[in-house]
């Protein structure tokens, strides 16, 4: 990893750039994927599968039957994990429901307003595959919309070398309820939701991470009136430490984002200069033993450290690196915790590693990378409802009420506007 030791100010929007590719490069290979998905449909899917994932399938939808027969292949062992983590996840997003409770406000005397909850109905769940199918996310995406009530639940997953999916995935998306599960990944299966197709329903809104060209697909479906969750692009992970942190510990955790893609990008933030060359000679040890080292080490090349003088100016750097994971491994996490500002999941102290909330601890991984913890909070239960306002007026509060409307119509020339209050008096 490259070190820099106590920059400038002005070199730290430098220095928080993501190692993206060409923008404009993705858009253009997007929009024709769309393009054809919606001319062609399922035969473009068929297509792309063979051509992006290797393997020639026969349908992309898979049935009941068969989801049930993959999933029965699960090993206990992980079955017992996956229902621990499910329980987990499902107290946590529970809890949320209080705050969706309606609150009615008398705004003045006989006037009524509030707004409510209405599950969104139609929601198309990406869950990344490849070479590390990720079943958390089935988890992570499935129990809310499964809390929130969605009438219909889509999963798109790309299957394996043989035309499989994976059988934990199988077996967590019958957890969630999972309505439609089909077997296509990457670009091609946003544009399946977005567009629809004979075997893909159209969906209200799309949840799940991705790599660029998933995230690029989702930017392009929100274009075409399709909402989405948030911009979930490549994995990545700051650690802020000081001398009461462990350079072993801080070491597994920047490995465990940079195994996820060659594009993810871990970084580390510190005020001990012993502590930076401990880490590295642990990275060096812990990365001889990764199956996935390779794929590691490229995301390392994209990766760095930064030494400051003072814990304030690290979690000011925090700040403006605005990081989907941050770990907080210093002497004091919770007081530091307060200076965030920009962060999608916050993880404190030396125990509470960064994999926990991947996988089990009840928090939701799906969070917004590239910076945009600035304007965007991880996924939620919130997320898989739409709110309906409400208000209820007596005739005595349209009396109170109507001279306001009056003069405002009146003022914006909208006199049907104004004879609508009018002709109640």
């Known amino acids: 990893m490259k070190t820099y030791r106590n920059p400038p100010v002005s070199k730290w929007p430098a220095l928080c750039q993501r190692p993206l590719a060409d923008q404009n490069n993705l858009e253009t290979i997007v929009r024709d994927i769309f393009e054809v998905v919606k001319a062609e449909g399922d035969g473009a899917l068929l297509d792309y599968t063979r051509r992006f994932d290797g393997v020639a399938v026969d349908s992309i939808a898979v049935s009941q039957v068969q989801l049930a027969k993959w999933a029965a292949k699960t090993p206990k062992n992980l079955k017992a994990a996956i229902n621990q983590a499910y329980a987990n996840i499902t107290k946590f997003h529970a809890a949320q429901k209080d705050a969706l409770l309606p609150i009615i406000v008398e705004t003045q005397p006989g006037v009524r307003c509030w707004r409510e909850p209405r599950p969104i109905e139609r929601v198309g769940l990406y869950i990344p595959g490849g070479s590390a199918p990720l079943l958390s996310t089935v988890l992570m ?4 919309a499964q809390l929130a009530g969605c009438r219909e639940i889509v999963l798109c997953t790309p299957p394996g070398s043989d035309g499989s999916i994976s059988t934990a995935i199988c ?4 957890l969630v309820g999972a309505t439609k599960v089909m077997r296509i990944g990457g670009s091609q ?12 329903p159209e969906v209200d809104k ?7 060209y998933v995230t690029a697909a989702k930017l392009y479906a929100g274009r075409l009136g399709v909402a989405i969750d948030m911009p979930a692009g490549p994995s990545e992970l700051m650690v802020v430490a000081d001398t009461s942190a462990r350079a072993d510990f801080v070491a597994a955790d920047l490995l465990s984002q940079a195994e996820h893609g060659p594009d993810s990008q871990v970084v580390l933030v510190t005020t001990d200069n012993s502590l930076a060359k401990d880490v590295e000679k642990a990275l060096v040890s812990q990365l001889s033993a990764l199956p996935r080292r390779k ?11 930064v030494i400051f003088a003072n814990m304030s100016q690290a979690l000011a750097f925090a700040n403006e690196y605005a990081p989907e994971h941050l770990i907080l491994s210093v002497n004091k996490p919770r ?19 960064e994999s926990a909330g991947d996988y089990a601890s009840g928090t939701n991984h799906t969070l917004p990378t590239n910076g945009w913890t600035r ?17 209820s007026i007596t005739k005595s509060g349209a009396r109170r009420l109507a001279p306001t409307v009056m003069a405002m119509a009146q003022a914006e020339g909208l006199e049907a506007h104004k004879r609508a209050m009018e002709i109640r008096l």
């Open 141 to 144: 995406l499935g129990v809310p």
């Open 171 to 174: 077996y967590a998306a019958g």
């Open 189 to 200: 299966a946003i544009a399946a939701m977005t567009c629809g197709t004979l075997s893909v």
């Open 206 to 212: 799309i949840f799940g991470p991705g790599n660029q």
């Open 295 to 305: 794929i590691a080490e490229q995301a390392l090349s994209n990766s760095f450290c």
């Open 335 to 353: 007081k530091a915790a307060k200076q965030v500002q920009n962060a999608g999941s916050v993880f404190l102290g030396n125990y509470s590693p």
């Open 375 to 391: 304007s965007y909070g991880g996924l939620s239960l919130k997320s898989f409802y739409k709110y309906v306002t409400f208000q």
